[in-house]
Each structure stands twice: as structure tokens, then as C-alpha cells.
């Protein structure tokens, strides 16, 4: 279940990176070892995503997410709501958090993106490498836009036999909240590049089915919601796309144009262009709850 994955790099990637390291194996089922175990659990947006590569905690006093450029006093405000941004839902098999992508959780969410975009693309698994080289270059330069646009990541922990399972990484999704923040490849038919813009949804395979596509969707269009003054968000669907266009409609997402059929010529799906009007929210103040449940 995702929106059209729009990554702006060639698919030669000696046309645009001279790549030059190794990778290393990823593992995509992480933890909140700092999350106590107990009801209500809710984690903190400052909290850092535990790995073996990353096993030091962050002190609140620390930066949560650096764009590496100079920022005004508007944009810092922006960041700093960015980060204190968390969205969550109950389910019936457990509970789904969506906040801001950290510094560290950049490599999974490559290998989810890469994952996700191959096995749409129907790419050879000898090319994944390679793609993970390219949406890292992608994800990493996309953050400098910052607040212009941002990536979530969901968190999901079911419930067996009546005990909390573990906390994994669920699903992500990238978000353009003006034209600072526009993808600079976005598909055709290509929408407005001054309007919000939803993109790259992607979902572990293994949590699929259990509404977490659904979530991210919701908490997107939240954030949208006091991140934008414009009142409509857009997204692309592939006409092949049947259960993530299903879901869009429920989501009352309207479609705007669809492409020509002329683009199968060059080797691409048809695409819809799909637009929702949104209501405007204020930004909550920091005294308010950073985190909203339906």
C-alpha cells in the first residue's frame, strides 16, 4: 500500500553519484529500549530509535533534527514543531506512532524505501544495493530542505495473547508542505508546486493489512494541516494500484487529471493526479499535547 514512489535520482548511478563505499546489512526490527512497558504507552518524540550502530542515547537538550544550512527564525520555529510532532492511533491488533524521521533511522528507512520501490519496479534483487546507495543520497539531501518538507516513520507494536509485542518500524512516508519543499523530479501529471504534496508511502511488508498505510496517510494530512495555508494536499496513485487507490477515495481523494496513455511508450504506469481539500489548523502551542489521536 503506497503513493507512486517519486525518488529523484537516475537509476544509472554513475549518471549523477560517484559512489566509492561498501554497504553494510541493515536490519529493520529495532526497538525503544528507553520506553518503559507499561499502559499508556506513548514514545516520546525525543526519544532515539536504539540499534547496534547507534547505542547512545540523545539528551533533550540536543538538537532532534539538523538540516546542516542556515535557517531564519520563522524556519527554526517550523523545525522545532517538526520535532515535537507525533501522531497516534490505537488499533485492533495494536497501536501505530508516526513522527519525524531522526538522523539515525536513515539506513532502515532506505532499505524500506529500496525494498518497497524494487519490488514495484520489478527490479532484479542484484540491482538493491545499488538503489540503497541512491535513495540514501536521495533521503539525505531531501533533509536539507527541511522545514519545507519531512519524512515520517511509523512505529507499530501489536498485541499477542493479551501482552504488548515488540516496537518495529512500520512504514514511512515524505511530505512537501510548499514549493521550497518540492521534489525536484515530481511525475507527471504533475501537480502545483507551491501545494502540499504526499509521497513515497511505503509499509513493511510483514505489518501490512492492519491499517498502517491508513495511519500515515491521516497523520500526513494532519501535519499538512498546520504546517500549510494552502487547504488541499496532493498525491499520485498508478492506475494498477488498486487497494491504494481504494484507499485514497475512502480518504475522499478525488482525482484531478490522469496521464496519457502516450507515457507507456516510455516504459511508465499511468498515473492519477489526486487532490483532498484539508482543513487549517493552527500550530499547537508548546504547552499543548505534541501528539493527536482520532
Same mark, same amino acid.
Given at each position: ?77 517550523? &523545525?522545532?514543531?517538526? #520535532?515535537?510532532? @507525533?501522531? +497516534? /492511533?490505537?488499533?485492533?491488533? *495494536?497501536? %501505530? ?118 495511519? &500515515?496517510?491521516?497523520? #500526513?494530512?494532519? @501535519?499538512? +494541516? /498546520?504546517?500549510?495555508?494552502? *487547504?488541499? %494536499? ?61
Amino acid at each position: 500500500m503506497a503513493t507512486t514512489l517519486s525518488l529523484s535520482f537516475s537509476l544509472d548511478p554513475q549518471n549523477r553519484f560517484n559512489i566509492t563505499t561498501t554497504t553494510t546489512k541493515t536490519t529493520r526490527r529495532f526497538t525503544f529500549s528507553s520506553l518503559p512497558h507499561r499502559k499508556p504507552l506513548i514514545p516520546n518524540p525525543h526519544f532515539k530509535l536504539s540499534s547496534s550502530s547507534h547505542s547512545q542515547s540523545q539528551t533533550l537538550t540536543e538538537p532532534i533534527i539538523q538540516t546542516g544550512k542556515f535557517l531564519t527564525n520563522d524556519e527554526l520555529d517550523k &523545525l522545532q514543531f517538526l #520535532s515535537s510532532f @507525533l501522531y +497516534s /492511533q490505537q488499533l485492533e491488533s *495494536g497501536t %501505530v506512532w508516526v513522527r519525524v524521521m531522526r538522523d539515525n533511522e536513515v539506513d532502515p528507512i532506505v532499505c524500506l524505501l529500496a525494498d518497497s520501490f524494487s519490488e514495484s519496479m520489478m527490479f532484479p534483487k542484484g540491482y538493491i544495493n545499488v538503489l540503497r546507495f541512491l535513495v540514501k543520497r536521495y533521503l539525505v539531501d531531501r533533509r536539507t530542505s527541511m522545514p519545507h518538507m519531512a519524512t515520517l516513520v511509523g512505529f507499530y507494536r501489536g498485541v499477542v495473547d493479551g501482552e504488548d509485542g515488540e516496537m518495529q518500524l512500520a512504514g514511512t512516508v515524505e511530505i512537501s508542505f510548499d514549493k521550497n519543499g518540492a521534489n525536484a523530479s515530481i511525475p507527471s501529471p504533475t501537480p502545483p508546486r507551491d501545494s502540499p504534496y504526499i509521497c513515497n508511502m511505503a509499509v513493511d511488508k510483514s505489518l501490512r493489512r492492519r491499517g498502517i498505510g491508513w495511519h &500515515l496517510l491521516k497523520a #500526513s494530512e494532519e @501535519l499538512i +494541516s /498546520q504546517m500549510s495555508s494552502l *487547504g488541499e %494536499v496532493y498525491l499520485h496513485c498508478r492506475m494498477i494500484d488498486e487497494a491504494p487507490f481504494n484507499m485514497y477515495t475512502k480518504a475522499d481523494y478525488k482525482i484531478v487529471t490522469t496521464d496519457s496513455i502516450l507515457v507507456l511508450l516510455m516504459l511508465q504506469r499511468r498515473k492519477h493526479l489526486m487532490c483532498k481539500k484539508l482543513p487549517l489548523i493552527s500550530p499547537p502551542s508548546e504547552t499543548d499535547v505534541s501528539w493527536s489521536d482520532e
